[in-house]
């Protein structure tokens, strides 16, 4: 079979995040015996070995850098790349007809066709769109006249709404349904990396009381996997199906392949694992954002030695498997030189958005991730939440928190700074676009969070800085391990709501448009829409601790303040 590759650039620094990228085997990674198919697309001969047939004329396309975030993610990070912009590298390939350009990143307005090709006949080929690499199963996109893509910078959100991950194109001259005899790489000058490296999540679901998806299944825990180290579901029950629910990230910024181990019903790491042994077809795959959070059978697979066996051990593959003990010191050695971590992992499109007065929409396209650093500020588009599944940890190595502002651009002090809740959506403003940051107090900023500016004629509060009433020495309020909330509370806008043994703090009193101080209103409701209840002076509350919920109040009540008196 004869094989072609264009020559590429190596992947020069991003503006975001790049890093030089090897495929030189670590020495703590051991090659598993997997057959040829099942690693990358086969090499290919340079630029200058292209050749064609008759009177075949070969594409011309222009490869603009490409970015393993996805695009809506990377507008909110606020690093949106111009369509096909002039100002970007460019690395020119030429593609004959019938061979297949797979793509391992976002194809995004990054890919521009300077000519089309012609057949050997000079018909003109059918050019066909996939969202997944080697050019199978259905096209995603067919067209027929060429001139709409020619000079036309591939592919926009009105001609592709979802861009996938992974993406092949084709020039069709042949008969064939699907696939290629010959295959070629896109490999831009410049990738713009998510993250180099990060881990992913698996879910398991064991025997067949509660299917993959029922809903007392999806209540189970998500199991993190580092890249290269195999796992397995621990229960005397058989492993039915899995589900990925989150990809994980390798070193040099690629996303890690699925890989599944035959289950040779022997116990012990080595054989939960198959002693590291490929043994069932299709057994690494590529993970594509549309794989998430779908059903994947372990329990009826294909051998390649023949018949049908079960799947047990489950990995994401980047260059081996991780021989755990073996050269921990050289290990260590690269833990301490990573000392800036990385970001937390987080979604803008895994939660409902806002369609309405209590109406919500399931997501319209598959969840992405990306991963904030310390201190920069993110965009939540107006109806959006966000999802972060991570504690974030600081340079410093102290847990970061979750700053919030109702307004874009993340300008002068948030809204809101509080713990990260890694088990549920978060939203501050639906009706409008917010952002928000991962906080790191630098030293002597925890006391500036909780000054009232001068310029700034919000309240200032806490309602967990206290211990609840009753609480057992050593306890602390359940999310404070991350600090405590500081809230900017705006004048007759904002309602605090407070459970009945919690305790307020007010580090400052808001200022009225008159110049006089704010007052305090109580309500039995933890809405603030009931009839007024006890207003108070707010001097008394300063750097106190104080219990303002009633006995008339049920569970819970709500605090204004206010300029209305």
Aim: with cysteine.
């Amino acid at each position: 079979m004869t094989i072609r590759r264009l020559g590429a650039l190596c992947a020069a620094a991003s503006v975001y995040l790049l890093s030089a990228t090897t495929n030189a085997l670590p020495s703590d990674q051991k090659p598993i015996n997997a057959p040829d198919e099942h690693h990358e697309l086969p090499v290919v001969a340079s630029e200058e070995a292209v050749a064609v047939e008759g009177g075949a004329k070969v594409a011309k396309i222009a490869l603009y850098p490409g970015f393993r975030t996805y695009p809506d993610d990377l507008r909110d990070m606020g690093n949106a790349v111009a369509a096909c912009s002039d100002d970007e590298v460019t690395e020119v390939i030429h593609l004959a007809t019938d061979v297949c350009l797979s793509g391992e990143y976002y194809m995004r307005d990054n890919v521009k066709v300077l000519e089309s090709p012609s057949c050997a006949d000079g018909s003109m080929p059918t050019l066909m769109f996939y969202q997944n690499r080697r050019c199978t199963n259905s096209p995603l996109k067919v067209v027929q006249n060429l001139d709409e893509t020619t000079e036309r910078c591939l592919w926009s959100e009105a001609d592709v709404s979802v861009s996938p991950y992974y993406w092949s194109l084709i020039y069709r001259c042949d008969t064939e349904p699907d696939g290629a005899a010959e295959h070629q790489d896109a490999t831009p000058a410049l990738i713009h990396h998510n993250v180099l490296g990060a881990t992913g999540s698996v879910r398991y679901h064991r025997g067949t009381l509660f299917r993959c998806h029922d809903k007392y299944a999806n209540r189970s825990r998500a199991n993190e996997l580092e890249p290269g180290n195999c796992n397995w579901s621990f229960s005397s029950l058989p492993l039915e199906t899995i589900e990925i629910v989150s990809p994980a990230v390798c070193s040099n910024g690629t996303r890690a392949q699925l890989a599944l181990y035959e289950d040779v019903r022997r116990y012990g790491g080595s054989y939960m694992c198959n002693w590291g042994n490929m043994t069932l077809e299709n057994t690494i795959v590529d993970v594509d954002d549309w794989m998430l959070n779908t059903c994947i059978n372990m329990s009826h697979l294909k051998l390649l030695r023949g018949g049908f066996g079960r799947a047990l051990g489950v990995m994401f593959y980047c260059d081996g498997m991780h021989i755990k003990g073996q050269d921990d010191e050289e290990n260590e050695e690269v833990a301490e030189d990573t000392s800036n971590p990385r970001g937390p992992r987080t979604s803008h499109s895994e939660c409902a958005t806002l369609a309405g007065r209590w109406q919500w929409n399931h997501p319209v396209r598959p969840k992405t991730f990306m991963y904030p650093e310390p201190m920069a500020c993110m965009s939540l588009p107006q109806g959006h939440q966000v999802r972060i599944h991570e504690k974030p940890t600081c340079p410093d190595g102290t847990t970061g928190r979750l700053a919030m502002w109702r307004e874009p651009g993340c300008i002068n002090w948030p809204k809101k700074i509080e713990a990260v809740d890694t088990l549920n959506c978060e939203n501050w403003d639906l009706l409008s676009e917010t952002s928000y940051m991962i906080w790191c107090a630098a030293d002597g900023l925890t006391a500036e969070e909780r000054k009232v500016g001068p310029e700034d004629h919000r309240a200032v509060v806490s309602v967990d800085e206290c211990p609840k009433l009753n609480m057992k020495p050593g306890r602390v309020v359940l999310g404070r391990d991350g600090g405590p909330m500081v809230w900017r509370v705006d004048v007759d806008q904002d309602c605090v709501i407070m459970n009945k043994d919690a305790q307020l703090k007010v580090y400052g009193n808001a200022k009225c448009p008159s110049g006089k101080d704010a007052k305090l209103v109580i309500y039995n409701d933890s809405y603030c829409l009931g009839g007024r209840g006890q207003m108070v002076d707010a001097a008394s509350f300063i750097n106190t601790c104080t219990q303002v919920c009633g006995e008339s109040s049920h569970r819970s009540c709500g605090v204004k303040f206010t300029c209305d008196f």
